[in-house]
Nanobody, 116 residues
Framework: EVQLVESGGGLVQPGGSLKLSCVAS????????MLWVRQAPGKGLKWVSQ????????EYADSVKGRFTISRDNAKNTEYLQLNSLKPEATAVYYC?????????WGQGTQVTVSS
């Protein structure tokens, strides 16, 4: 079964940090581009970041550039998103996606809440 499982979300104060993880199974992770998207309360989905199969290419939305870092460990079939200097507007459900066979597989999402 193709599956992505996120973890690492939670409640953090403004200016704080979190590290999200996404563990993949059921497909060849090391050949897949991986992405993070987020959905804020009452809003649509927004692309956050993506990374190519070997980790050499990373891209970020302007709103998170310089504060978020995407990475991957192909030996562990795991993708990460380090969130630093968090702002309240980062409050959202964060989803990881993986490119598999011409389609995207989604994880179940992990909630990030930035509040004092």
């Amino acid at each position: 079964e193709v599956q992505l499982v996120e973890s690492g979300g939670g409640l953090v104060q403004p200016g704080g940090s979190l590290k999200l993880s996404c563990v993949a199974s059921g497909f060849i992770f090391s050949r897949s581009w991986m992405l993070w998207v987020r959905q804020a309360p009452g809003k649509g989905l927004k692309w956050v970041s993506q990374i190519n199969s070997d980790g050499a290419i990373t891209e970020y939305a302007d709103s998170v550039k310089g504060r978020f870092t995407i990475s991957r460990d192909n030996a562990k079939n795991t993708e990460y998103l380090q969130l630093n200097s968090l702002k309240p507007e980062a409050t959202a459900v964060y989803y990881c996606l993986g490119g598999v066979g011409g389609a995207y597989v989604w994880g179940q999402g992990t909630q990030v809440t930035v509040s004092s």
